[in-house]
C-alpha cells in the first residue's frame, strides 16, 4: 500500500471540544441539510473557522475532542468543510470510531509542538506528522490496516459497498 500523504495548515483548539462546539445544537434542524450545516461547523469554538477553512486544513486539538452526544454528524460535517485530518492529545472514543467510519482520519500526538497556521504534512501509512513550520516530526502511531482501508474508501459505508465486507 503506497503512503497515504494529508498536507494543510493546522486550525488550533484547546481542550474539551465537545460535539455541541462541532456542530452547536441551536442548528439541530439543518441535520438533513448537511451542506447548510457545515457552514456552522466548529462556529462555538471559532466563529470564522466555517470561512477561513480550506480543503486539506487540520484541526489540532487538546484532550478530550469530540466529547459529549453521539453525532455522527459531528465528524461528517468536518469533513464536508474540508478538514483532512484530526489531530489530538485524546479524542472521545465514540467520536473517534464516528470519524473513522465517516472517512476521517484522527490521530493522537502531542499537539503542544502545533501552533494555529502552522503547514502539516501527516503520513497516515507510517503515522508520523511533520510540522513543516517548525521542522518538527511528531508521531502519531500507526492506524491499524483496517482502518486505513476504511479510510482510503472513504468511509465505512464505502467500503462495505465496494467490498462487501472485512478481510482482516
Excluded: W
Amino acid at each position: 500500500m503506497p503512503d497515504t500523504i494529508l498536507k494543510g495548515k493546522a486550525f488550533k483548539f484547546g481542550d474539551d471540544i465537545s460535539t455541541d462546539h462541532i456542530i452547536p445544537g441551536r442548528y439541530a434542524q439543518l441535520r438533513s441539510n448537511l451542506p447548510e450545516l457545515a457552514k456552522h461547523v466548529m462556529e462555538d469554538a471559532d466563529e470564522t473557522f466555517a470561512q477561513k477553512v480550506k480543503p486539506g486544513d487540520v484541526i489540532v486539538a487538546g484532550k478530550n475532542f469530540g466529547l459529549g452526544s453521539s453525532r455522527e454528524h459531528a465528524p461528517l460535517v468536518i469533513k464536508m468543510s474540508g478538514v483532512s485530518a484530526i489531530l489530538a492529545r485524546s479524542v472521545a472514543r465514540i467520536f473517534f470510531r464516528n470519524a473513522i467510519n465517516q472517512g476521517l482520519p484522527v490521530l493522537i500526538c502531542d499537539t503542544d509542538k502545533i501552533d494555529a497556521g502552522d503547514e502539516l504534512e501527516i503520513n497516515l501509512t507510517k503515522g508520523t506528522i511533520l510540522n513543516k513550520t517548525k521542522g518538527i516530526r511528531l508521531t502519531s502511531g500507526k492506524i491499524p490496516k483496517v482502518m486505513l482501508d476504511i479510510l482510503s474508501e472513504g468511509g465505512l459505508i464505502p467500503y462495505i459497498n465496494k467490498h462487501g465486507d472485512f478481510k482482516v
